[in-house]
């Protein structure tokens, strides 16, 4: 843990300065395609009058992504996050440097196009890399290289936003599959690296700061709550469409290179029917929060926002997934707050918490994302209500997570539902089968031989002395080798056996350990000695290690009531007879 948040100090800066880059990117292309100049002054789509290119100019982009994904790397296609997790599960947390360097550059070229996607997934899969390549110049493990390329997307997501708590809380949530000290403290320290950078790089302060405040009351809560469950269908509804925009585009007759530059088309009509569709859409995120846009344009960002930012990340376009959610989120609840007390733009926050836990199945990070982005941490309390409420519609109504469905198409399920191990909760002792059967350390092979092929019930057995204790194992394997060798036949077991070592454990050695130290040996019995006798006690099989699991099962499944009441079955029977 030391080394690792030593290292993240470097990934921290890493990710600090790839974010930086990566919004001077977007900047220079947005000059170049709306504006035709070279500059890195930070421009709105909104106020650049095209005409009718408004609909060429995203194509243009989409050529250029598609021409970049196909020469340089498939992998920069897509919103980002899936792909790091897929790559932290399933390809040992190694990024290549091509994906470093074309990840950010193609999403700018997307982004900056009018692609209708914001910076974050782009970040987390460029910072992500930065971690990744810097653990790959040392000797470390696919769980140390993964702290690293975590803690490196952290500090890109912190740099953007400003969010650290948000990120760490992304990390943990999404990326990690975790929670560990080794991992956990590497990733606050990359998120606080780049947050303290953040002031040179990118700017101080709450990244949309809004002027709306609204008392925590339980009518506020209750409203809150209401906004989630509407913005947790508002989010299976985006991600089914999403996956059936993209089975539509797997049905094309063309490569895939050119599925963005299609997709294109679409963008470049929604931006004709009102340009604030356009870009990542910061601009239109704060208006919400602050009430500053006319329902009409609400209602285009809510309905045709969705539509391009739909079709163009079903073509396989380069962007990121949460500017969008925010934007759709928040627009849902603002129309929303104009049936409920208060100002609108409070409940666009709402909204945008609850969007973000529903869709990406990460309810903590959706409820300290919108109070970190406005700084209004007062507002809480809301943003938790609004985030249960969106996920628990989510996790009934949605098999996976907008992004875990995109990996599971892959054939690679991935859970998102951490759990402690039950084989970490016993000890080797509360499991073990007790006195078990043991072969004498007097028995000569050729006895040992003829019992394991007449009256052997199991693979292997424990060899003890007079006093119980334990000298080692025999197995059927070595009886079938002394079978085919008679030259030792009447050798005592305890001679045949004295050279070889024997794994064991102790009855307070953790269930876990010993399932590990089966892995590791072969052997698929282990014995249970006392500690300081060596005096054999139990045996420890494979089969006692499943029936923990069968137990963990049980107590998640089996319903049983212990308290009866008058109205009761007269009859008397025991809780037990009553499980469903």
Not at 154 to 171: E, R, V
Not at 343 to 371: K, N, Q, Y
Not at 396 to 407: A, C, D, F, Q, V
Not at 531 to 541: M, N
Request: charged share 15%; with cysteine; net charge neutral.
């Amino acid at each position: 843990m030391p080394l690792l948040a030593a290292m993240a100090l470097v990934v921290g800066t890493g990710g600090a300065a790839g974010a930086w880059i990566l919004v001077k990117l977007i900047a220079i292309a947005t000059n170049l395609f709306w504006f035709g100049r070279l500059s890195a002054q930070n421009v709105l789509i909104t106020d650049a009058s095209v005409g009718f290119l408004v609909i060429v100019i995203p194509v243009i982009g989409s050529l250029i992504v598609g021409l970049m994904a196909r020469f340089g790397s498939e992998k920069i296609r897509g919103h980002g996050i899936p792909e790091a997790i897929e790559t932290i599960l399933f390809g040992e947390s190694r990024l290549s440097l091509k994906v470093a360097l074309l990840k950010p550059l193609s999403s700018a070229v997307s982004i900056g196009s009018g692609g209708p996607f914001g910076a974050e997934g782009p970040i987390i899969m460029t910072g992500g890399a930065i971690g990744s390549l810097f653990a790959q110049c040392f000797h470390l493990s696919a769980a140390e290289r993964k702290t690293l390329l975590v803690a490196g997307a952290a500090a890109g997501m912190t740099a953007i936003f400003g969010t650290p708590l948000a990120a760490i809380l992304l990390a943990v949530e999404v990326l990690l599959f975790e929670w560990k000290p080794r991992s956990f403290v590497p990733v606050v320290v990359a998120a606080m690296v780049a947050f303290a950078w953040r002031p040179y790089l990118i700017g101080t302060g709450p990244m949309f700061p809004m002027a709306a405040i609204m008392p925590v009351t339980g009518t506020a809560l209750l409203a809150s709550a209401a906004i989630g469950l509407v913005v947790g269908l508002e989010a299976t509804l985006l991600s089914t469409l999403l996956y059936r925009v993209e089975d539509a585009f797997h049905k094309l007759p063309l490569h895939w290179m050119w599925w963005p530059a299609l997709g294109a088309v679409v963008v470049g009509l929604g931006g004709l029917i009102d340009a604030h569709v356009l870009g990542a859409g910061y601009a239109s995120i704060e208006a919400l929060l602050n009430g500053a846009l006319a329902l009409r344009v609400v209602v285009a960002l809510l309905v045709v926002k969705a539509v391009v930012w739909l079709v163009a990340l079903g073509s396989g376009t380069s962007g990121g997934v949460l500017a969008p959610l925010l934007i759709l989120g928040g627009a849902a609840g603002f129309l929303l707050g104009q049936f409920l007390p208060g100002d609108a733009g409070f409940w666009a926050m709402v909204g945008m918490a609850g969007i973000m836990s529903g869709a990406m199945r990460a309810p903590m990070t959706g409820a300290i994302f919108a109070a970190e982005l406005t700084g209004h941490f007062q507002a809480l309390p809301c943003t938790i209500v609004a985030a249960a409420g969106a996920y628990a519609i989510s996790v009934l109504l949605m098999r996976r997570s907008i992004l875990t469905e995109k990996i599971a198409r892959r054939g690679r399920h991935v859970l998102q539902e951490y759990a402690v191990d039950a084989l970490d909760l016993l000890q080797a002792g509360q499991i073990m089968t007790p006195s078990p059967e043991t072969l004498p350390g007097t028995m000569t092979v050729g006895e040992a031989v003829s019992f394991f092929t007449n009256d052997a019930g199991h693979r292997s057995y424990p060899v003890v002395d007079d006093e119980g204790r334990l000298l080692g194992l025999v197995s059927r394997t070595e009886a079938l080798r002394w079978r085919a060798d008679r030259s030792n036949a009447d050798t005592t077991l305890s001679d045949a056996i004295s050279d070889a070592a024997q794994p064991l454990a102790y009855p307070d050695t953790p269930s876990g350990a010993v399932a590990d130290l089966i892995i590791a040996t072969g052997i698929g019995r282990i014995p249970i000695v006392e500690r300081h006798t060596h005096r054999v006690v139990g045996i420890l099989s494979r089969q006692d290690l499943l029936k923990v699991r069968g137990a963990n099962r049980e107590a998640e499944t089996d319903r049983m009531r212990f308290v009866r009441f008058a109205t009761d079955d007269p009859g008397g029977r025991s809780p037990q007879t009553r499980r469903r």
